[in-house]
C-alpha cells in the first residue's frame, strides 16, 4: 500500500494516546472520533453523524456503533469480550441497513485487535491495534481510494499441498510415470476443486472413489481413468450410466489424453486421495496454491532454473502501476459524466474485454491469474453501473422490485475471457499448473458473479482456456506466442539468476537475445526479458510492461548496460520500485519493480523504500533514471584514469591456486618456528574478511627469497607443488601458463610505503564502507582496492558522506552488500577543488576517527560492529563533523538530502567529463 508520513505520525499518535483503552460504553465513541478523525481526516460533521446509527428490529431499534454510511460499518466491544459476537452483531446490522447506507467495509474491534471485512470479497485481515501504522494501507478506501484485503494464507492451502507432495513421492516410488503422475495430479486437483465450488455435485468425486474403487487402491488409476474420459464425453455420446455417467462434461482440453493404465497401486495411496479430498477446495486458494503445487513437486528443479514465487502483494504492485490504477480511474471518471455515460461504459466495457497479456515467464501462472481475476472483478462493476443506466434510461429508476426481473443473462453480459491471457513456461508441468488455475479462478468469479447479481453463471462445458506455451522463453519468438498487434501489456517475474551465477547454456540464450547488445554478457539472465519485451514493444509502442526482477540490473554497470540502451531507443521508465525484500519460503529476494514502454507519461510514479521491509512511499517524478531515481539519466561512463586527477585506484593482489601458502594466525606461529628463516619472507595479508573482523592472515612471499633456501625445505617445497598442481588443474588458462611459477603471486600488485585499503563487498547496512590505512609489509588481496601514496586528505573524502552517496548510487551490489568500483565509482568521483587549509582541516578530523577506532580496537572491537546500524556515539559524532566539512569545501550551501548531494556531484561530472 502507499503511505504518507502525515498519516503514519498521526497514526502513531492515536495508538500512543489510546493504549489504554479498554471500555466499550466509555471510550468506543472517542476511540472512533480519534480514529476517523485524527488519523484520516473524515470531516467531523460526518463523524458525528455515524454515532449510534439506528437500524429497525422488529418492533425494537438497535443502535450500530458507528457507521460511514455507503463506506463502513465499526462494531466496538470491551477489551476481552467476543468479536465474534460483535462479528454476529456487525452482519446483523448491515442486514436491515437502507440500500444506500449498507457499507462495503465492516470493522470490529476490542481495542487490541482490529478486524476488517470486505463484504464485496468475503476477504477479511486482523491485526492488534499497535500494529496500525503497518496496517494503515488497509484503510485506503477512507481516503475515497480503492483497496484490495488480501486474506493471508489458508492453513488449508499449507496441507492441501504438502499432502498431494506426500502423493507424489508415492506414485513415483509406484514407478508411475513422470509426465503422467503429473497429468493425474493436475486432473485430480481439478475434480476436488470441481467437489466444492460447484462444478460437480458436492462430494461426488469423493462418493465416486468411496464408492467405486477397492479398499486396496489396485484400481485406483483404472477408475479414474475411466472418470477422465467421461469427463471428456459430452453426455448426449456417452454409454457410461449410473455414479459415472451423471458427471457433467468438462472439456477444454483437460481430459483429452489418457492416462496410462493398468498399474496396481496400494491402500495408502488411495487413503491419501480420500483425506486429501476430505479438506474443504472452496478455501484454497488457486493463486497461492499454483506456487505451492508445483514446489512441492520439484523444488530444486525450480529452483535451478531461478525461480522465486511471488507473493500477492507483490504481484499487486505490479498489477496496480502497469494497468488497474489507470483502468479504474478511467471507470470512475466515466460514473462521474453527466451525460453520454452509457456509451462510454460500453465502450469501456469493450476495451477491457479486448486488452491482451502476456506472461513470458510465467510458472504456475500466479500473475496472470491474479491480473485475470481483477479484470474480472473490475467488469463486474462496470456491468452494475451499465445495468443501473440501462434503468435510468428506460424511466424505470436505479432500484425497485423490478430489479431481478429486468437483469438480462449475465452471460451475454461476462465478455472478459481467459483467452486473454498467454504465458510461456519452459517446464511442462508448471504450465499445465498455470492452464488450470486460470481456469479454476474463472469459476470463482462466476461464482462472484453469481453473487452480484442473483444469477447462477458458470462457464460448463470449459470452452477456451488460457494461452499457455510450453517454451523457452528466450529461443522463442513471442510474435508466435500472441500477435503482436493485439497485444496490450507484458508483465511477469523471470528467472532471478545473477551474471555470474549464468550456466553455460543462460549465457547463450542470453546471447543469442541481443547478439550486438553492448555488455551483454555481464547482464543478469533477467535481462534477456527487457530485451525481449523491448522488441515486442518496437513493433507495437502501445504494448506497456512490467517486470520484478532482481535490483542489480539497475545498479553499477548493468544499469549502464540495459537501461541506458533502453533509453537510447526511446523507452521509458514510467513506474518503479526501488529495492525492496520478500521473504517467500525461506528465500529472501531483493527486488526491484520496472515498469516501462513507448509511452512517454508525464507523471512517472516511483515508489521507495525506507528500509527493505518496510512499506513503499510514493514520489511522482518527471524522469526515472537508470538507477531507478527521480532524476534524469546519469549516462556514466566507466573511466580509467581519476577525474580530478588523484592517484589511480587499483585491485590487490590475487591468490588464486596459491592458498597453499596461506596461514592463519596460529599455523603461521607454528610454521615459522618451525622453520625461523621463512619469518622473513611472510607477509601479513589483508582482505575483505580481514578488514571487517580485525583478524590476520599471513603468506609465504618468496619472490625475492634464494633457492637455496627453498630447496632445502620440504615443508616449503611441498606447498609449492600443491601450488603447482592447483595451477595445472585449473580451468584459468593463466593459472596453467603459471603453474611453473609457483614461488609468485597468480598476480602481483604489492605495495610499499602506506595505502588505503577499501573492501570491494561490504554490507548494504553500513552508512559508511570502512576504509583503512595500511603500509608495507602488508599484502592486500584481490577482495580489496587500494589506494597507493593516499593521504589522510584524500582519506576523508572517501569516507565521507558525500562519497558513499554518489557510490551507493553508482556501484553494483550483490544482494544488498555493495560492491565497489574503481573504474565506475572512484574514477568518477569529483573531488572539490581546495586549499591546502581546508585540507589539513580534513585530516585533523580524520585523525579523530582513527583515534576513536582505536580506542575500540585495544578493547577487542571489529570494524563490522563499529561501522553497523548502531555506530558507537563518539565515532558517529565524528564522522558527522567530517560530513558538514566536506559538504562546506563543495558549496557553502547545506544540502537537503543524499539525492540533493548526488545531482550536485552529478554536475560537477558532468562539467569534468567534459574536459576528457
Sequence with gaps: ?????????????????????????????????????????????????????????????????????????????????????????????????????????????????IKISDLDTGSEIAFPVKELTSHIGVFDFLKGKEIRITTPQSPVNVKAANLLETLHIMLREKKYPRNATELLMTRIVFCMFADYTGIFEEGQYRSYILKHTKEDGSDIVDKLGSLFIVLNTPENERYQQGDLGDFRYINGGLFNVQIPTGIRLNKEIRNMLLEISQLDWSQISPIIFGSMFEGAMDVKRRRDLGAHFTSEVNIMKVLDSLFLDDLNTEFQNICNLKIGKLNKLN????????????????????????????????????????????????????????????????????????????????????????????????HLMNMEASNKFGQYFVRLPLHAGA????????????????????LSYILGNPPFIGHNAKSVDNQKELKSVAPKWKG????????????????????????????????????????????????N????????????????????????????????????????????????????????????????????????KQISGKPDMIYGSNMSTGTALMFKEKEYQEFIRKIPWTKEYMRPLIGAKELTNNFKRYVLYLKDAKPSLINSTNEVLERLNKVKSDRKNSKDILANQMADTPTLLYSDRVLDGDFLVIPIVTSGNREYVPIIFEKYPTIATNKTFQLPNADK??????????????????????KSDYSYSNTLVYNTFVFPETNKTQEETVANLVDNILTIREKYFKIGEKIKDLYSKLMPPDLRKAHNKLDREVEKLYRKQPFNSDEDRFEYLLKLYRREIEKF
Design 1 to 113: 500500500m502507499v503511505i504518507d508520513d502525515t498519516t503514519i505520525n498521526d497514526a502513531y499518535k492515536f495508538v500512543e494516546d489510546h493504549q489504554n483503552d479498554s471500555d466499550e460504553r466509555q471510550q468506543a465513541q472517542s476511540w472512533i472520533k480519534d480514529f476517523l478523525e485524527k488519523v484520516f481526516h473524515i470531516n467531523p460533521r460526518k463523524v458525528n453523524a455515524g454515532f449510534e446509527w439506528r437500524v429497525k428490529a422488529g418492533k425494537h431499534q438497535q443502535y450500530v456503533d458507528h457507521l460511514l454510511n455507503g463506506v463502513l460499518l465499526i462494531e466496538m466491544k470491551s477489551k476481552g469480550r467476543s468479536l465474534d459476537k460483535a462479528k454476529s452483531q456487525a452482519y446483523n446490522y448491515v442486514m436491515k441497513l437502507g440500500e444506500n447506507d449498507v457499507p462495503r467495509y465492516v470493522m470490529l474491534c476490542d481495542f487490541e485487535i
Design 347 to 442: 465502450e469501456f466495457h469493450k476495451k477491457i474485454s479486448n486488452l491482451t497479456f502476456l506472461d513470458p515467464a510465467c510458472g504456475s501462472g500466479n500473475f496472470l491469474m491474479l491480473a485475470y481475476r481483477e479484470l474480472r472483478r473490475l467488469e463486474h462493476e462496470v456491468v452494475s453501473e451499465v445495468l443501473i443506466q440501462e434503468w435510468k434510461q428506460d424511466n424505470r429508476g436505479t432500484m425497485g422490485a423490478e430489479y431481478q426481473d429486468t437483469l438480462l443473462t449475465i452471460e451475454d453480459r461476462i465478455k472478459v475471457e481467459v483467452s486473454q491471457f498467454y504465458g510461456v513456461e519452459l517446464q511442462p508441468y508448471a504450465a499445465s499448473i498455470a492452464k488450470l488455475g486460470l481456469w479454476l479462478i474463472d
Design 467 to 486: 494461452n499457455i506455451y510450453v517454451d523457452n522463453a528466450l529461443k522463442v519468438d513471442w510474435k508466435d506466442i500472441v500477435p503482436v498487434t493485439k
Design 520 to 567: 551483454i554478457s555481464n547482464l543478469d539472465y533477467v535481462a534477456g526479458w527487457f530485451i525481449k519485451a523491448s522488441k515486442m514493444m518496437e513493433y507495437n509502442p502501445l504494448i506497456e510492461t512490467a517486470f520484478v526482477s532482481t535490483n542489480s540490473i539497475a545498479q553499477g554497470t548493468q544499469a549502464i548496460n540495459l537501461f541506458s540502451e533502453l533509453f
Design 569 to 640: 531507443k526511446g523507452f521509458n521508465i514510467n513506474f518503479a520500485h526501488q529495492t525492496f525484500e520478500w521473504d517467500n519460503n525461506g528465500a529472501k529476494v531483493h527486488v526491484i519493480i520496472t515498469g516501462f514502454s513507448k509511452i512517454k507519461k508525464k507523471q512517472r510514479k516511483l515508489y521507495k523504500y525506507s528500509s527493505l521491509k518496510a512499506e513503499a512511499q510514493l514520489v511522482e517524478a518527471s524522469n526515472i533514471n537508470e538507477y531507478l531515481l527521480p532524476m534524469k539519466s546519469v549516462e556514466l561512463t566507466a573511466m580509467y
Design 793 to 814: 586528505y584524500i582519506f576523508g573524502i572517501l569516507e565521507s558522506r558525500m562519497h558513499m552517496c554518489w557510490m551507493k548510487v553508482t556501484v553494483g551490489r550483490l
